[in-house]
């Protein structure tokens, strides 16, 4: 079982560690072979690339990547002048890491730490399919188009192939199938071409779903359900773009950005399992992030990576056992519970794991 291990930037060199913890206590006796590399903004400040030879070539030898995050004010400084795309992006077309799986489970512990009224969010367990690998994100023409001052005018292309919709929707069915049986498919086919295809053929593949209930949502009036009638969802599925916002979104139903887990899955047997959330420049360096995303992402990583659902589920259950007893880091904070930082949530959580 070998993982690269890729805590990236800011709140990910704090958040992974604790990633690691729960894997060593959940996976003692397994064959676990982790190795550190480097990504992101702290690997240009160590050798002057986003990505360097030494990751790749560790990522080539692994079954499976846990990434933290990259990002922060310096790097995308940095990004303008050495406009060469995101080492992410890169990794996530490179791997065809076509679906990100990102799962909007609350915790019941947490019922009251969300901004949202209890009754609306009770029992909520969605799953948000996001498609990796097209739309605006990486469809060509790109970039500027004149830099005349006065005049600058820069363009991005939102483009689908009905192979990539195809492929995804796939997905989506097969998830909804093996849940409540209900899909959701997320667009904007009332004014974009792109998106009026995304309908078509995700319509199309539903056919042979009978079973499965597809309903369609513009975005902006998914943006509004999400909060109004949450539990509603069982699964969504949508482009790299509205999957991106949305789920950020959703992570509040939920209590923070810092509870949600994702897991990239492809048409190779390797997978990347991250948080949803990014570098968090913000709070970096103080030991006040949440690691409970980063924890739930390497339990992803055992289930999907790995297919040991069994380890995976203690990782799950002593996350809500650590939440039960009333610790919470800043972020999920709510009267008469224990402030912890992120390291000691961590070491909480490993030692829950261990004492089974
Ligand atoms: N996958 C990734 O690597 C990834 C994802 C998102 C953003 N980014 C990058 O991160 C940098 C910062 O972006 P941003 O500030 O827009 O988004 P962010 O997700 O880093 O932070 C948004 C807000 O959520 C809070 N937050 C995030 N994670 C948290 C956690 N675990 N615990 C507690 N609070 C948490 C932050 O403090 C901040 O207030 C940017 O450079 C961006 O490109 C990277
Ligand atoms: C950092 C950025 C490229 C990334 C994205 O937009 O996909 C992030 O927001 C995410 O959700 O993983
Ligand atoms: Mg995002």
Known sequence: ??????????IGQEIIPQAVKALKAAGGHLPLDLNQGEIGWT?????????????????????????????GPEYED????????????????????????????????????????AELIQGLDLLIIRELNGDIYFGEPRGMVSDTPGQRES?????????????????????????????????KANVLETMLLWRDVVTEVGREYPDVELTHLFVDAAAMELIRRPTHFDVIVTGNMFGDILSDEAAMLTGSLGML???????GAKGLFEPIHGSAPDIAGKDIANP??????????????????????????????????????????????TRVGTQEMGEAVAKAIAAG
């Not at 360097?52 to 692994?62: A, H, M, W, Y």
């Not at 999907?304 to 800043?330: H, N, S």
């Open 1 to 10: 079982m070998k993982i690269a291990v890729l805590p990236g930037d800011g």
């Open 43 to 71: 690997s240009v400040v160590a050798s002057g690339e986003a990505l360097p030879q030494s990751t790749i070539d560790l990522i080539d030898r692994s079954d499976a990547i846990l990434f933290g995050a990259i990002g």
């Open 78 to 117: 940095w990004k303008r002048k050495n406009p060469r795309g995101s080492p992410l992006l890169r990794l996530r077309q490179d791997m065809k890491l076509f679906a990100n799986y990102r799962p909007i489970t609350l915790f019941p512990e947490l019922i009251n730490a969300s901004p949202i009224k």
């Open 155 to 187: 363009i991005n292309t939102m483009r689908y192939t009905e192979a990539q919709i195809r492929q995804v929707a796939h997905a989506g069915f097969k998830a909804a199938r093996r849940r409540r049986k209900k899909l959701c498919s997320v667009d």
């Open 261 to 267: 887990p994702s897991a990239s899955i492809g048409t």
């Open 292 to 337: 409970l995303a980063a924890i739930l992402s390497a339990a992803l990583m055992l289930r999907y990576g790995f297919e040991l659902e069994e380890e995976a589920q203690r990782i799950e259950g002593a996350v809500r056992q650590v939440l039960a007893r009333g610790l919470r880091t800043g972020d999920i904070m709510e009267k008469g519970a």
